[in-house]
């Protein structure tokens, strides 16, 4: 297998972006293209048979752009298919899940937060992972209602925003946590807005890092690692339209390509 070929990355939207950061960062050699399913976004308040159909569109569309490896920087979608698209595919995926054991195993108040959307929540793989690691810790869900729309039009800081995350975080507070879990890969872009409204003890997690630790990982376990010597080439592809990804990508935009592609 040809190692140059891109890494492939898709998410239900921009969020998934803060994966790529972090892939990028630590492998900054590697080719990517990038899929925003944003005409579809969000995936966490569909069924279950709406998002394996979406995410078997967008690993065949990863498939056909000649991608080595396939993250599935999308919590609901890794929650919910990643078992089907390794049994139905032949080549690597990465997936991503909330961060809820290094969160659970830190935790001195055994009280946790999960910020995360209702299709992450209500998942097998959260329920096993919720189970297995959390005995003895009392964790608190909430839904994300609302808030990739507005992460997906650009909104991060504004009014609308803020109100409706002091709501969200609201029980959090209330019930003492020490860690919240963002589930959801856009929810780092509202880390500085977070750490404004929470108290300054809750240290705030998520999986970026870990995704692209085991990315790498995996590329260099299957001989996959980029091996020609050039500077790399990141593609984005939106179905939507591409305002947000150009305004998150800002600091990126001298080297990365972003177009609108329909899929």
Request: aromatic letters at 6%; hydrophobic letters at 35%; charged letters at 20%.
């Amino acid at each position: 297998m040809d190692r140059n070929r891109p890494i492939g990355i898709f998410d239900s939207g921009v969020g998934g972006t803060s994966i790529w950061k972090e892939i990028h960062q630590l492998l900054p050699m590697e080719n990517t293209i990038y899929l925003a399913d944003s005409k579809n976004a969000p995936y966490g308040n569909k069924s279950r048979e709406e998002i394996l159909k979406l995410s078997i569109k967008n690993t065949e569309k990863l498939i056909s752009l000649n991608c080595k490896i396939i993250v599935v920087a999308c919590n609901t979608a890794t929650t919910n298919t990643i078992d089907q698209l390794r049994e139905a595919y032949n080549l690597p995926f990465i997936g991503i899940e909330p961060a809820i054991k290094p969160a659970a195993l830190q935790s001195h108040s055994k009280k946790i937060g999960v910020l995360a959307t209702k299709g992450t929540l209500t998942s097998d793989l959260f329920s096993n992972t919720h189970r297995t690691y959390t005995k003895d810790i009392e964790v608190v869900e909430v839904v994300g209602e609302g808030l990739v729309p507005l992460i997906e039009s650009g909104n991060l800081n504004g009014p609308e925003m803020e109100s409706l995350l002091k709501k969200h975080i609201r029980p959090f507070v209330e019930a003492d946590i020490d860690f919240l879990v963002l589930g959801c890969t856009h929810y780092p872009y509202l880390i500085p807005l977070l750490k404004k409204l929470l108290p300054a003890h809750i240290t705030i997690i998520d999986s970026g890092y870990a995704v692209a630790k085991q990315t790498k990982a995996v590329l260099k376990s299957e001989n996959l690692l980029r091996n020609r010597p050039g500077a790399s080439k990141p593609v984005f592809y939106s179905n939507k339209n591409t305002g947000t990804l150009h305004f998150l990508l800002k600091d990126y935009s001298k080297s990365v390509e972003i177009e609108v592609c329909d899929f």
